[in-house]
Every structure is written in structure tokens, then in C-alpha cells.
DNA sequence: CAATAAATAGAATAAAAATTCCATACTTAT
DNA sequence: ATAAGTATGGAATTTTTATTCTATTTATTG
């Protein structure tokens, strides 16, 4: 045997892996060309499965291993599960981590908050389904007037919602609650409420879905995947998963949602007109 | 127990878990809850590893994998491997998908923000220096009243820096321009005020931070790189630079600068009392 | 065409992981 | 306040999975 060190990386392995398949007899060649074809399968499978699906036995599929500068297949497969995790990371385990080491300073959390806000934006990238936004997009774009309602941490992006309609003439009122005042009048039979909550879910928010909906409204509901109440009044829910870090969140993924919502509910009256 | 079927894709898991965290106990909450925003680390992960990161046993992990249907957590896991390989080709194409649906469509249009709010973010790690940032903070933590100015698209990035405040008893001001009313009155010397405003700049935030200024009070901008007003009147300067989708722009960035800084100056003064 | 080395298959063993069980702590209703 | 019913933590057990060993086959070379 030749090389000693394991590859590290992804793109250390995929090397290593070009660099080894000449010359190399019949079953580890085919160890190989399998792993070069499925090298994503490594992550989820044992050693029997991709054998098998290898056309070798698992002890060649072990030396194959070997040969590549692991020392076994837990050792390889790591790799590739931790490469996996990297896009999901624990984050209360890493913020306990960076108490641990003591390092709160300000540039840390910033760095936690970016990342946290990518992974909230891969999430809705892949966890929003095209129907669903568009049968809300489709309600909200037909609806003679548009309510927002989103209170505590939920009330940026609602007023964010408020100022994009207002910038497109859309006709929408925000319920700020500002003065206490009983919003209820204005909410009339064939207009839509979006209702922006996350756990804890606000009593206010709730409360005002709930009327609407009696008094005939179709509701848009942005909020967390965990059971949200606003799921039991037949809301059209748009879930979206933020990532906390520590007790707050940087609400990329909602806020992105919210925009690209109003900004297709405006395309949507644009091309009604004409 | 009430025998279920256990969720056979994703959807249904969702779902399942959705409609089964209400009046869940303790520790299977802890565990609904960690999976929720964990899910894919299903996949890769082992018993051990997952309960140890929801900060339970592997036994209560073991009895929410029956609750939510299933024989086990090998059971549970086969799903999340099975569905593994199709989510593999990743990010990059499940946007190109979100994209393919049509050019103005709103999935299309969320891929777009999704896009804008990712390059906001990595612009914003790298240009924002970490001794500017300290500074800032320091600064803040030392005030005795914050106050809070930013309007129009700036406003919800106000409206979450003085959620967080209030959250964490830090004593400030939201100057939010309800009834039109003049607020400088409230503004005393030795206090802080956070402005923030972007192109084109709104004349009341420049208003009330230049006025502040001339009483005394140390300026914390977040603005946007070119030629801000604020420059020139002394201000500590935060420059973001965010990514627009046509006359709109995701605030990812803005809004996890904001955060980040206020979670900073609450460690801040949790530690200056102790 | 031996003689030797390398490669392989399959069984045996070791290690790790999942799953169950049970004593104890906690809730809830009376 | 107490008993009945749940929920929990931790250890014990079972099952699965990785790894090693060895007899046998296959290739290589003088």
C-alpha cells in the first residue's frame, strides 16, 4: 500500500479516487466504478447494501476501503455524513459550544445569525410547494382588500408586507394595534386575511383569523411547521422552518416569502388589468 | 395506544407530526420539536446522536418514533434514506426547479429572493469589520435609552430591533411616527440612537439623527454603502449591501445585522450587572 | 508449467446501534 | 393527602452492522 492519509474532503477524496482506478483488479474496480457513480449513496448505506449493489462482497468492499487511506468503511462514510451535516447543522449544540468557549463577541453571533439565515432560506427553497404559494397568490391577488395581520415578532414582517402592497396600490390595511383599537369592523365578507404567527402563537393574530373566517374570508396563514392553531380554522398554511439562534431569529425565510408573495400578488393585478 | 399508520413520505411526516404536538409531554415535545427543525439529520444520524441533540434519552427518543407511527427509529430513518437520493442533487437544481416553473410565477419569484436573500448574507459576513461592529455595540450597551429610527422599507428592521429590546428589558424607543407627533423631545443627551435608512433616504430618520447629534448623542447607522447622508454627521456606520429583486429587496441581511447586534448588546449588559 | 504472490469469498467475530424493560418520579383526579 | 395513571431515565438485551480471518481461487513470473 501506498498513500497513508485519508482524504479529508470531498474534493480530496474524489481525487484520491481518480488517481487510484488504474490498475486495480477486478472487484476493487468495481468497488470504484460503483462508489464513482453513487458516491451519495455512501452517507445512508452499509457496507452490505452497497456491496451488493457493487456486485462485491462486503470484505472486498472493506479493502476498498483500506485502499483509499481509511481505515475502514465507518471511517469513510463519516466523511461524507458530516459533509451532509454542514448544510443542517445542531444549532443548540454549537451555541453551546461557542458559550462554552466563551466567545460571544459580537462578530460570532453575526456569524451565527448568517447562517442561520441561509439555512432558513435553503429550507423554504425546498420545503414550499409551488401549488400552495400559488393558490395563495391566487386568493390574494382576487381579494378586495387584504388584512395583515402579524404582532411581537411577527409584526416586521407584516408591516414589511404593508409597505410593498402600499408601493404597488394594492388595497391592504395593517392590524397594528396601535390604540387598542377593536379592528373587527373593517374586515367584511370576500376579503383575505394574512395572518403571520409562530409559537407561541399570539392570542390577538388567532383571534382575528378566527372572526374572519367566521364572517366568510379565506385566510393565508404564514407560520412554523409545529401545530400551528391558525392549521385548524382551514387557513391556506405556508410553513416556513426558522432556524433560532438562542431565543431569537433572523426571519430571512419569512421575510423572503412575505416579499416574493406581494410581489406576485402585484404581477398578478397588473396583468388582471390588462 | 390508538394503532396508526406510519407517514410513508415526506408530506404525510410532516403532516403527522404537525397534527401530533399538541399536548405532547415534556420530553416528546423536546423531541417533536428538535425533529421539526432538524428533519434531515434523520438520514445521517443515529439514535444516540439525535436524542443526545434534543437533550433527551435514547428510550423517549425511541417512544416518539412509536407515537408518530412507527415500529422504531430504523423504520422512521428508512423513509428520510430512501427519499435521500432525490434530494441529493441539491440546492443549485432544486432552484433551477422553483425556477422552471414559469418566469412569473411565484415560485420563481420566491427562488429570486431566496437567491438575493443568500448573496445579502455572504456579502454582509465579509464586509462588515468586526471592530466597527464592537464598537457599535459597545456603544449601545452603554446607553442609558436607545432610541429606534427607520421608516418606510427600514421600518420593519426597527419595529425587530425593538421587539428584541423590549424582550431583553433594554430600555428603548421606537420612533415610529404614529400621530405625526414630534419626538425629539424625548431625546436626551448621553442617549443612542440606531438609525437606519437606505436610498432613497428617508428625510425623517436624517432629521432626527442629525438633531440627536446636535444635542449630543452618539449615532449608530445601518445604511447602505453609497454616499449615506448619515456619513456625514459622525454616525458609526454599519454598511449593508443587500441584493435587489426588482424594486424590492429580501433584508436578510439588514435584519440579521440588526439582531445580531441586539442579542450582542444584551450579553452585553447581562454581563455588566453580574 | 510449477512456484509464488495477489485477490477473493464466505464464514466467524467484534463492535455498535436499536430496542425493550423496569424501577422511579411526576401528574392528575378524587 | 393519596391512589391511579403517565412519563421518564438508565441499564439490560437483542439485533444489526462492520470488520477480520482463513481457505481457496486466480493471476504472474521465471
Redo the contacts between chains.
Keep these: 500500500m501506498i498513500e497513508q492519509t485519508a482524504p479529508a474532503t470531498l474534493e480530496e477524496f474524489n481525487q484520491r479516487l481518480a488517481e487510484m482506478s488504474d490498475g486495480l483488479p477486478k472487484r476493487l474496480r468495481q468497488c470504484a466504478e460503483f462508489i464513482a457513480q453513487n458516491t451519495?449513496?455512501i452517507?445512508?448505506?452499509t457496507v452490505a447494501e452497497l456491496s451488493r449493489s457493487a456486485g462485491v462482497q462486503p470484505s472486498a468492499f472493506m479493502r476498498f476501503c483500506q485502499l483509499m487511506g481509511f481505515s475502514g468503511f465507518s471511517e469513510m462514510q463519516k466523511i461524507f455524513?458530516e459533509t451532509?451535516?454542514q448544510?443542517?447543522p445542531?444549532y443548540?449544540?454549537r451555541l453551546e459550544n461557542l458559550r462554552a468557549t466563551g466567545d460571544?463577541?459580537?462578530?460570532a453571533?453575526?456569524?451565527?445569525?448568517?447562517e442561520?439565515?441561509?439555512l432558513s432560506?435553503?429550507n423554504?427553497?425546498?420545503s414550499?410547494s409551488?401549488e400552495v404559494?400559488?393558490d395563495?397568490?391566487a386568493i390574494l391577488a382576487a381579494a378586495p382588500m387584504i388584512h395583515i395581520a402579524g404582532f411581537?415578532?411577527a409584526?416586521?414582517?407584516a408591516?414589511?408586507l404593508s409597505?410593498?402592497f402600499e408601493?404597488m396600490d394594492i388595497p391592504a390595511v395593517l392590524h397594528d394595534g396601535?390604540g387598542k383599537l377593536n379592528p373587527r369592523h373593517a374586515i367584511r365578507k370576500g376579503d383575505v386575511v394574512i395572518a403571520i404567527t409562530f409559537a407561541p402563537y399570539s392570542q390577538e393574530t388567532i383571534e382575528l383569523a378566527t372572526y374572519a373566517r367566521g364572517v366568510g374570508c379565506e385566510i393565508v396563514a404564514i407560520t412554523?411547521?409545529?401545530?400551528?392553531p391558525l392549521?385548524k380554522i382551514d387557513a391556506q398554511v405556508l410553513?416556513v422552518?426558522e432556524?433560532?439562534?438562542?431565543?431569537?431569529?433572523?426571519?430571512?425565510g419569512t421575510?423572503?416569502?412575505a416579499?416574493?408573495?406581494?410581489?406576485?400578488i402585484g404581477?398578478r393585478r397588473d396583468a388582471a388589468l390588462q
Design positions: 451519495d449513496r452517507a445512508v448505506s455524513r451532509y451535516a448544510k443542517w445542531d443548540a449544540t460571544d463577541s459580537p462578530s453571533l453575526l456569524a451565527e445569525f448568517v442561520a439565515g441561509r432560506l435553503e423554504l427553497a425546498s414550499i409551488p404559494l400559488e395563495a397568490v411581537r415578532r409584526f416586521p414582517v408591516s414589511y409597505y410593498a408601493k396601535v412554523d411547521t409545529m401545530s400551528s392549521r410553513a422552518s432556524v433560532d439562534v438562542g431565543a431569537f431569529r433572523a426571519l430571512s421575510i423572503s416569502l416579499i416574493s408573495m406581494a410581489v406576485a404581477a
